[in-house]
């Protein structure tokens, strides 16, 4: 079973910075692309940044020249680190991976979610 373990939220003032990070475990064959959505209260989950196996990024265009999302892929890990935050990032942030497994059928994995919050 595959299992994506989300760390990094919390409150933060308006400005400041957070690194979330999300670590896959688990039995697979391989991780193709990695990503962060996240959901704010009574709103739709969004993209915030995604990025291939290749490193290829794409980020949503409120976040562009503030986050940066990364991997290891050695680690299986996925970190976004934000920057000049502000209050409407406020959300639930979660893990996104594209999964290959062993029998080469391709799922979706999400964590469980990590809460970020930035005060005005």
């Known amino acids: 079973q595959v299992q994506l373990v989300e760390s990094g939220g919390g409150l933060v003032q308006a400005g400041g910075s957070l690194t979330l990070s999300c670590a896959a475990s688990?039995?697979?064959?391989?991780?193709?692309?990695m990503g962060w959505y996240r959901q704010a209260p009574g709103k739709q989950r969004e993209l915030v940044a995604t990025?291939?196996?290749?490193?290829?990024?794409n980020y949503a265009d409120s976040v562009k020249g503030r986050f940066t999302i990364s991997r290891d892929n050695a680690k299986n890990t996925v970190y976004l680190q934000m920057n000049s935050l502000k209050p409407e990032d406020t959300a639930v942030y979660y893990c996104?991976?594209?999964?290959?497994?062993?029998?080469?059928?391709?799922?979706?994995?999400w964590g469980q979610g990590t809460q970020v919050t930035v005060s005005s």
């Open positions: 990025i291939t196996s290749g490193l290829s990024t």
């Open positions: 996104n991976a594209h999964i290959i497994t062993y029998l080469r059928d391709s799922r979706d994995f």
């Open positions: 688990g039995s697979f064959f391989s991780i193709n692309a």
